[in-house]
C-alpha cells in the first residue's frame, strides 16, 4: 500500500482481555479466531488510512486526529456457552445504560462474504445444512469500544457454520 513506514505505527492485535471490557463469566479465548479478525482489521486500517488521506475535504489536524482513532486497535475473541441474551444481560449489568441492538442476519450471506473477504471456497455442506437459515447478532458501540455477539461461528479459515456463541470485543486505546 501507499504508507510504507507510516503504517508501522498503525496496527491491531489481539488481545486475551481488552482493558476495562471483560470477557463473560467462562468465556474462552480463542487465540487463533483472534489472529484472523486482527488480519482482517488491518486491512481494514490500511484502506481506511487510504481514504482519510486522500479525503481533500479534512484539514491535516483532522485527519491526525481520525489516524490516532485507529491506532493501537485491541480485540478479544471469545466463544462460550452462554446465550446471546445471557452475553446481553452480562454487559447491561456491567456497564448500566448499555443498549444492544439486535438483529436476525442470513448465516449463508455471512458465510459467503466470509469466503469472499479470506478467499477461500465453502464447503458444499456448509450451503447444504445453513441455506435459509439466520442468526441472531447483537453489538453495542460505545466511543471506546464495541461487543459483538452472535449465536453462531462462521470459521473465517473453513467456512464452516457452528451453533456456537461468539463474542468480539474491540476497543481503541
Known amino acids: 500500500m501507499i504508507?510504507?513506514?507510516v503504517?508501522?505505527?498503525?496496527f491491531a492485535v489481539a488481545v486475551a482481555v481488552v482493558p476495562g471490557v471483560p470477557a463473560p463469566p467462562g468465556a474462552v479465548y480463542e487465540k487463533e479466531l483472534a489472529k484472523v479478525a486482527v488480519e482482517r482489521a488491518e486491512v481494514e486500517i490500511k484502506e481506511?488510512?487510504?481514504k482519510i488521506d486522500g479525503d481533500f475535504r479534512l484539514t491535516s489536524k483532522e485527519k491526525a486526529e481520525l489516524k490516532a482513532q485507529v491506532q493501537g486497535l485491541k480485540i478479544g475473541f471469545y466463544t462460550t456457552t452462554m446465550t446471546v441474551p445471557e452475553v446481553i444481560e452480562f454487559y447491561e449489568k456491567k456497564f448500566p445504560g448499555a443498549?444492544?441492538?439486535t438483529a436476525e442476519r442470513s448465516l449463508?450471506?455471512?458465510?459467503?462474504?466470509?469466503?469472499?473477504?479470506?478467499g477461500i471456497?465453502?464447503?458444499?455442506?456448509?450451503s447444504e445444512?445453513?441455506?435459509g437459515k439466520n442468526g441472531l447478532s447483537a453489538r453495542y458501540i460505545t466511543p471506546r469500544f464495541e461487543v459483538d455477539v452472535e449465536?453462531?461461528?462462521v470459521d473465517p479459515r473453513t467456512g464452516e457454520i457452528t451453533k456456537k456463541t461468539v463474542i468480539m470485543i474491540s476497543a481503541v486505546d
Open 121 to 126: 471456497l465453502l464447503p458444499k455442506e456448509t
Open 7 to 10: 503504517l508501522s505505527a498503525f
Open 108 to 118: 449463508m450471506a455471512d458465510a459467503m462474504a466470509i469466503a469472499t473477504d479470506h
Open 48 to 50: 481506511t488510512l487510504v
Open 99 to 101: 443498549s444492544f441492538l
Open 3 to 5: 504508507f510504507g513506514a
Open 151 to 153: 449465536d453462531h461461528l
Open 129 to 131: 445444512k445453513w441455506s
